[in-house]
């Protein structure tokens, strides 16, 4: 047993979409963000918070009641400093992102913060938690080869996260993907291996190896839980 | 795709890869999958023998011809001879909804309206001319039911008076229904919740296996019920498939007998057949009682079922003795051959149609056939297999 080591709070940077989910999906009947909240430091780049704020439509009480609790904390939110922007310029002259899209916006930032925080030591590392698979293909992956900022994750991989830390029984964890796989704004493009497959047929691969996940880290889990 | 009379000139009467299957179309054959074929007509023989409900599981890749075997089954002609007499199985066709908010509403509206109102009507009034006395049929409806209102109202569908019945088919749709109707029908409700409208839907399938709009059959008939793409409940939310497959294994639970439910569901690669049961929830694989898997063809399956095909769309004139023309074997060897190896895809019905056309139409735009060749290896060797481009044909 390592008895003297003590984990620090992971840093999670949110995206748009994955904020979204964050604020629909429950387990034990609690939203997402709020046990996301405890558990992680999380962070909100100022582009992604006005652009998740901007979608609120009329009708979202789950989207609103998310707003209001992050504005109440305004360590999250996270505004861009000089060399945010600096950073974020010089990426694109060193051709990291072909153009600078209004889409990518919200992920050129957080990606910039992440790659300032790690440097300024204020991150040992840090999460980014996006669903945007084209951005990741695009940018991410390759600035995370190059600068080592920490880790790229989708809202399925926190929830197999939390399966694991957190012990949430199976049927949550199960319920969480179900309604993950179902949402047509989850990209399938990473299941679709360049295939020329049906939408229905790259979320029953999604399902099945997320599925796969679980039933591994049970294993691991009750090995944890036996084991000295 | 080429027209009809371009076919013609190659010596068929029609497209027999034309991708759609039709219901009820006098064209719609069974061709290759011998074994599917084999078990299917095992199963439905059974079915016809028997009393007790059967769910039946079909499972393929996309494109494998589930869609194809419900509408083969659904044609009376093509069912199994199993030595005695029965009635013509009732047969009920339904895609799964795509929306799981109102799954249970869209099912229901789609059982009712594929028996037809009219038709419950006649039926019901065949029930109630049949009972000792009109009364007793009004007993035996309440007593399937279970519920004295959704009783009435569906005994009165059966009213001779075709006002009465009228004013009680409003009530199958209406969930609340206004004071004056349910005073004039003497009801205190409608069908409201989802539970009564699967009720509804049970007790119509016991009314039914018995009586048709003219008689009382001489013998109970089958319900065939073909649920198809059951695959899209992948697109329901916790919220919503619990209580469609919740309602749809009571219906399979309050309908002991003459049920066969069929359940159809492409899968993706072959080990996501093991996510089957997350998918449509423990509620209904649990009352899976057979499963029948189309596999993908080998080539010589994949032979055998272009044959079959060209075999019973051939002109009744032709004279040609190579029973694959327009193609010759090797050619078709070569196809099916880059589809699985080149192409990577499975040799599916679906797959294969749609090259045999493509490859048709192609020679046709290359006036091949006017020069009095077939579709021969030579041809074939010249098509770059690329998913969507033949331009180098």
Redesign the interface.
């Known amino acids: 047993m390592h008895r003297k080591i003590k984990a620090e709070k992971l840093n999670l940077i949110i995206d748009t979409n994955s904020l979204n989910h964050l604020s629909t999906l429950e387990f034990n009947q609690r939203k997402l963000i709020k046990l996301v909240l405890e558990y992680f430091n999380v962070y909100i780049c100022q582009v992604v918070f006005k652009e998740f704020c901007n979608g609120i439509g009329k009708a979202n009480q789950e989207n609103k009641t998310t707003r209001n609790l992050l504005k109440k904390n305004d360590r999250i939110i996270l505004y861009p400093t000089k060399i945010t922007s600096k950073i974020e310029e010089t990426l694109f002259k060193l051709e990291y992102y072909g153009s600078r899209s209004e889409k990518d916006k919200g992920e050129r930032f957080m990606v910039s913060t992440a790659i300032e925080m790690v440097y300024q030591d204020k991150f040992s590392q840090s999460i980014l938690l996006t669903e945007d698979q084209s951005a990741i293909d695009k940018f991410l992956k390759t600035l995370n080869n190059d600068f080592h900022f920490g880790n790229i994750w989708k809202t399925l991989d926190l929830i197999s996260f939390l399966y694991f830390k957190l012990k949430i029984n199976d049927d949550e964890a199960?319920?969480a993907i179900?309604?993950l796989?179902?949402?047509?704004s989850t990209s399938t493009k990473e299941f679709r291996n360049d295939?020329?497959?049906?939408d229905?047929?790259?979320?029953?691969?999604m399902?099945?190896k997320n599925?796969k996940r679980l039933k591994n880290i049970k294993e691991i889990r009750s090995v944890l839980a036996g084991g000295n | 795709m080429k027209k009809h009379s371009d076919f013609e000139k190659i010596g068929l009467r029609l497209n027999p890869f034309g991708v759609k299957p039709e219901m009820g179309s006098e064209n719609l054959t069974w061709a290759g999958l011998k074994k599917v074929k084999g078990n299917f007509d095992s199963l439905i023989g059974n079915c016809l023998k028997a009393m007790e409900t059967k769910v039946v599981l079909h499972m393929s890749r996309w494109g494998g011809g589930k869609t194809h075997t419900s509408f083969y089954y659904s044609n009376p002609k093509n069912l199994p001879s199993i030595g005695i007499d029965y009635p013509t199985p009732l047969n009920l066709f339904v895609v799964t909804p795509q929306e799981g908010e109102k799954a249970s509403d869209e099912f229901y509206k789609k059982i009712i309206e594929g028996i037809r109102i009219t038709y419950i009507s006649e039926s019901i009034n065949t029930m109630r001319s049949n009972s000792e006395n009109d009364r007793s049929s009004l007993g035996e409806i309440q007593n399937y039911c279970k519920s004295e209102d959704i009783g009435r109202i569906l005994w009165l569908l059966g009213d001779p008076n075709p006002e009465i019945a009228y004013d009680a088919s409003e009530l199958i749709f209406l969930p609340k229904p206004t004071a004056s109707l349910k005073k004039a029908l003497k009801v205190r409700r409608g069908i409201e919740s989802t539970s009564d409208k699967f009720v509804v839907i049970s007790t119509l399938f016991k009314i039914l296996s018995i009586y048709d709009g003219e008689k009382k059959l001489d013998t109970q008939r089958r319900i065939f019920l073909w649920l198809d793409e059951i695959e899209s409940l992948i697109y329901y939310s916790t919220r919503y498939y619990k209580p469609f497959t919740q309602a749809l294994r009571e219906l399979i639970d309050m309908t002991p007998n003459q049920l066969t439910f069929f359940l159809n569901f492409s899968f993706a690669e072959r080990d996501t057949i093991s996510t089957l049961e997350f998918i449509i929830g423990k509620a209904l694989s649990d009352r899976i009682n057979e499963k029948i898997i189309s596999e993908e063809l080998d080539i010589s399956g994949a032979i055998e079922y272009v044959g079959d095909l060209l075999k019973f769309f051939r002109a009744s004139d032709f004279k040609e003795t190579n029973e694959f023309y327009p193609f010759n074997k090797e050619a078709l060897k070569i196809m099916f051959d880059n589809l699985e190896n080149k192409l990577k895809e499975p040799l599916m019905p679906r797959i294969i149609n749609k090259w045999c056309e493509k490859i048709i139409t192609r020679a046709f735009e290359k006036s091949y056939f006017s020069l009095g060749k077939e579709i021969d290896e030579n041809f074939m060797n010249q098509v770059s297999f690329r998913d969507e481009a033949m331009e180098d044909i």
């Open positions: 199960e319920a179900r309604n796989v179902a949402n047509t295939k020329n497959i049906a229905y047929e790259a979320r029953l691969i399902l099945n599925l």
